[in-house]
């Protein structure tokens, strides 16, 4: 399975950015994708998980800024990310997990892209 994001860049606040992830390698679809983002010197976050019901969830922080699609058909993951702060900079993580169940935690997804770097600022 591979997971490759794009769509990362420098933006001022207030800004928006779309992140996108192709994901290829796999027949049988994953129990839910979802993005993730590290800071320097932090942890690494969930953003938010979208299951293969269609179920999406968001961390607090981002709630109304930010949106999670998906195109199963063409196996893709996208992040409209809206109302940027300089608090969104960070490197953001496309994750698949495959299962009988969704693990919300990120050591539960198998499969991470890359990433992409997003930086806003002030």
């Known amino acids: 399975v591979q997971l490759v994001e794009s769509g990362g860049g420098s933006v001022q606040s207030g800004g928006s950015l779309r992140l996108s992830c192709v994901a290829s390698g796999y027949t049988s679809s994953p129990r839910c994708m979802g993005w993730f983002r590290q800071a320097p010197g932090k942890e690494r976050e969930e953003v938010g998980i979208i299951g293969a019901d269609g179920n999406i969830l968001y961390r607090e922080s981002v709630k109304g800024r930010f949106t999670i699609s998906q195109d199963n058909a063409e196996k893709s993951l996208n992040l409209q990310m809206n109302s940027l702060k300089p608090e969104d900079t960070a490197m953001y993580y496309c994750?698949?997990?495959?299962?009988?169940?969704?693990?919300?935690?990120?050591?539960?997804?198998?499969?991470w892209g890359q990433g992409t770097q997003v930086t806003v600022s002030s």
């Open positions: 994750a698949a997990q495959f299962g009988t169940f969704c693990a919300r935690e990120f050591s539960g997804f198998q499969y």
